[in-house]
């Protein structure tokens, strides 16, 4: 009889949550605004890939204010390493000018708020206050995470969102900011799409035991 997917995460739990530990965001940051620019420019975008070009236009653009004043051209100049790096320097200078005018330059702490800003969706909500405020209040749902809940059974929804609610509804809220970590250093390490071999994955070969 097939395992539900409630049954299939108390099999990977045990294995992701001593295999994969980390606690923080692979994103480089010093505050929450650096935080909230870092999580927009790495959609579509690897990590490592922000991470090189993020000290020099933290630099250049410390605060919102400062981003706010300056022009997309000027933006696009730090940015232009990344991917789909014209539409996000529009973003972050609309953001930017958000966070001026409605938030006294501070990042908010709600997703309501967030999702208020350009290019700000659920996902960068969720990563933000996790990161940035300690809130817990999903799992941010990005490829490592899609492709780990589809290749286990957890979800057969493509939707991210969708993806996300189903995942709340197996896994303890007490465990859900360090199950997004987990997974997506899973999918950092063992769960890339080009070039899987189950036999080397110890997360699938756990699962094997218990078939």
Do not use: C
């Amino acid at each position: 009889m097939p395992r539900t997917p409630q049954e299939t995460w108390n099999l990977l739990w045990p294995v992701l949550s001593k295999k994969y530990k980390r606690t923080a965001t692979f994103l480089n940051h010093q505050n929450n605004w650096e935080l909230l620019v870092a999580v927009i420019l790495s959609a579509q975008m690897t990590d490592e890939g922000v991470n090189r070009i993020s000290p020099e236009l933290f630099k250049r653009f410390p605060t919102p204010e400062s981003m706010a004043k300056a022009s997309v051209a000027e933006i696009t100049k730090y940015i232009n390493k990344v991917n789909y790096f014209n539409a996000k320097a529009r973003y972050l200078k609309k953001t930017a000018g958000i966070l001026v005018e409605k938030f006294h330059g501070q990042v908010p702490d709600t997703v309501e708020d967030l999702m208020t800003l350009s290019g700000v969706g659920r996902k960068t909500a969720v990563a933000v206050l996790a990161n940035g405020f300690g809130k817990f209040v999903g799992i941010p749902v990005d490829t490592h995470v899609i492709r780990f809940a589809k290749r286990f059974g957890l979800s057969k929804s493509s939707d991210a969102s969708k993806i996300e609610q189903e995942l709340l509804q197996i896994i303890p809220k007490k465990h859900w900011n360090l199950a997004g970590y987990a997974i997506k250093e899973y999918g950092r390490k063992e769960g890339r799409a080009r070039n899987y071999k189950s036999a080397e994955d110890p997360v699938f070969l756990a699962l094997k035991k218990h078939v």
